[in-house]
């Protein structure tokens, strides 16, 4: 009797397993259900300074239109929780606080080449020249949907895609194919129930009631994806911050039982001079001097100028003498326009 074959669905998610990824889903390019929702998200401005959402709108409604002759999506995550900060760093205002996700190696430079390796494993195991598309983060892809869509989780009030066995802490990578392949019919339905933790512990209240997310307040889409001023009103609640924010993240319940990653995925344990800079010293490095310390994180995508602004406002949430000295070292002529600009504004508060 002939051997009979796994379903190629099956063998596709033991090796992705093998590749370091926790768990898989597969779904289809399916036009977006929530598309009335997304467009009224974008015409009342709430995505701010996130111009390239609204230039790919109809791309991520729509998944065909960016990838004619797509049929299946694979969906993968891969746990990044690294662990807490340890409280007496967390709370000096002295040092910067970075969000979890960039304590380590850029994602993309981790996920990219194991997805590359599955598609090519894909090609192998079918015998046909398969194609396939690989992406991370950077295509026009509403990911989290089609993480829910693929069975991996259900999206939280943060907006967030939770996972009930990781919570939040992971990310999303996609392979996208004209191979044939079985959607995954089962999804988990959303489960925050009447927790509102999200939307009242937000630091600067950029969660809608209705789950969406004011991305001109959002202290991540800021510091990360803003290329202007930090506004006056939204200063105060950076603390010292200067890379992201956690807070959605860290007081979900769902988040509660969530276990650090695993070692080989290549993600860096917390380092306190990397992850927990001292503002005084971060805000003297050179541009040669940042890109040798996180040229390889995801901080390299802010760049050293956005920073550098962010660091302004830390400084003056710090409000002490070194902090004032360290603020007219980057107000002077010297500096880019939106660093001596951000620490000008910063020293007239």
């Keep these: 009797m002939a051997d009979i074959m796994p379903p190629v669905e099956e ?3 033991e090796y992705a397993h093998e590749l370091g990824f926790d768990f898989i889903g597969f779904t289809t390019p399916a036009p977006s259900p ?54 007496e760093l967390a709370q000096d205002p002295s040092r910067g606080r970075i969000a979890r996700y960039a304590w380590g190696p850029d994602y993309h430079d981790v996920l990219r080449p194991r997805l590359h390796k599955l598609a ?3 090609k192998k ?15 026009p892809l509403m990911e989290r949907e089609l993480g829910q869509r693929a069975g991996l989780g259900f999206i939280g009030r943060n907006g967030m895609l939770i996972n009930p066995r990781f919570g939040s802490w992971f990310f999303l990578g996609e392979i996208l194919t004209d191979l044939e392949l079985n959607p995954d019919s089962q999804t988990i ?8 933790l999200c939307i009242n512990s937000c630091p600067a209240a950029a969660l809608r009631n209705n789950g969406l997310l004011d991305c001109r307040r ?3 889409c ?7 001023l930090i506004p006056e009103a939204v200063r105060p609640l950076l603390g010292n911050r200067i890379f992201g924010c956690d807070v959605c993240q860290e007081v979900c319940p769902w988040n509660g039982a969530a276990r650090p990653a695993d070692p080989e995925h290549a993600f860096l344990a917390f380092d306190p001079s990397r992850d927990t800079p001292r503002l005084t010293e971060l805000a003297l490095l050179t541009p040669a001097q940042f890109r040798e310390i996180y040229g390889k994180t995801p901080l390299q995508h802010a760049g050293w100028e956005r920073v550098l602004r962010n660091v302004a406002v830390a400084l003056g949430n710090w409000d002490s003498r070194e902090a004032r000295k360290t603020l007219e070292y980057l107000a002077r002529e010297q500096m880019p326009p939106l660093v001596r600009e951000q620490a000008r504004a910063v020293l007239k508060q």
């Design 11 to 13: 063998t596709i998610t």
């Design 34 to 87: 929530h598309a009335q929702q997304f467009q009224e998200w974008i015409k009342a401005g709430l995505h701010g300074d996130l111009h390239w959402i609204e230039r790919n709108a109809a791309k991520r409604l729509n998944p065909i239109t960016a990838f004619p002759g797509m049929t299946s999506i694979i969906v993968l995550g891969m746990n990044y929780y690294p662990g807490d900060i340890p409280e």
């Design 120 to 122: 090519g494993f894909m």
């Design 125 to 139: 195991i079918t015998h046909s020249n398969i194609i396939t598309r690989v992406a991370v983060d950077t295509a």
């Design 189 to 196: 339905a959303p489960a925050c129930d009447e927790c509102r």
């Design 218 to 220: 959002c202290l991540s």
């Design 222 to 228: 800021l510091t990360i994806e803003s290329r202007s």
